[in-house]
């Protein structure tokens, strides 16, 4: 057997592992619903940033999480439609109105909006990731 079949074959079972290990565990809820198979994680390159990060976490810069590590009195959106989710900032906050118009400007051209978090990464990353990093949560 080749080398290269070797490779394939053992990566692909540390895949295998990895998924299982990621579908077996309770954490990181948020994250899951946007990587919901690490094959596709894997595949996709992503240049971080913060703003990203704490999207796909649901950690650090949400009122939501905020408030759970009494860092900020409440978990509530300025806008008053409810708590700062990373849900409500991707779908739903009027103060991100004008910078999610243009991510489902360009979602649209190939997809229904809303489309799923999954989605988001897999096929629309480069839009999302230029979404997220127009979040300026300090004036959130």
């Not at 079949?5 to 579908?23: G, L, P």
Request: proline share 4%; glycine share 2%.
């Amino acid at each position: 057997m080749p080398k290269i079949e070797i490779a394939k074959h053992v990566t692909d079972q540390s895949t295998a592992k990895w998924q299982t290990e990621w579908n077996r565990n309770a954490k990181a809820l948020i994250t899951k619903e946007f990587f919901l198979i690490m094959k596709d994680r894997l595949n996709t390159k992503i240049k971080l940033t913060q703003n990203f990060n704490a999207i796909i976490t649901a950690h650090g810069k949400t009122k939501a999480h905020l408030q759970r590590f009494k860092i900020t009195e409440s978990p509530e959106c300025p806008c008053d439609g409810g708590n700062q989710t990373v849900v409500h900032l991707i779908y739903d906050c009027p103060i991100l109105r004008r910078e999610r118009q243009k991510l489902v400007s360009n979602v649209s051209k190939q997809d229904n909006w809303p489309v799923t978090k999954s989605d988001l990464v897999n096929k629309f990353i480069k839009h999302f990731i230029g979404f997220t990093n127009t979040i300026d949560f300090k004036k959130l």
